[in-house]
């Protein structure tokens, strides 16, 4: 079993920036790959970026050159770093994280981009 606990979300400007952290109750060298999903009121969840265990990265096109995924195994915490963010970008925000004994999803964490 793995907890995730999401932070770091809220309301800001347009153009603004936020960091989102992800952090697991165990150590991440036991995680496969882990990504951050969005879903959009009345809308589909996405995935937006992902990090395997060995530090490779993808994004989904919307969000390239914008938002960076990085993962620092010591302190079990995968963060996503959003800057020039949009109002499209507004979604509540999931931590996954896939591992040899099943696939677990954080809470969520609310970000709003809204002037």
């Known amino acids: 079993q793995v907890q995730l606990v999401e932070s770091g979300g809220g309301l800001v400007q347009p153009g603004g920036s936020l960091r989102l952290s992800c952090t697991a109750s165990?150590?991440?060298?036991?995680?496969?790959?882990v990504g951050w999903y969005r879903q959009p009121s009345g809308k589909q969840r996405e995935l937006v970026a992902a990090?395997?265990?060995?530090?490779?990265?993808n994004y989904v096109d919307s969000v390239k050159d914008r938002f960076t995924i990085s993962r620092d195994n010591t302190e079990n915490t995968v963060s996503l770093q959003m800057n020039s963010l949009k109002p499209e970008d507004t979604a509540i925000y999931y931590c996954?994280?896939?591992?040899?004994?099943?696939?677990?999803w954080g809470k969520g964490t609310l970000v709003t981009v809204s002037s």
């Open positions: 990090i395997t265990r060995g530090g490779s990265t």
């Open positions: 165990r150590s991440f060298f036991s995680i496969s790959v």
């Open positions: 996954n994280a896939r591992t040899p004994s099943g696939t677990y």
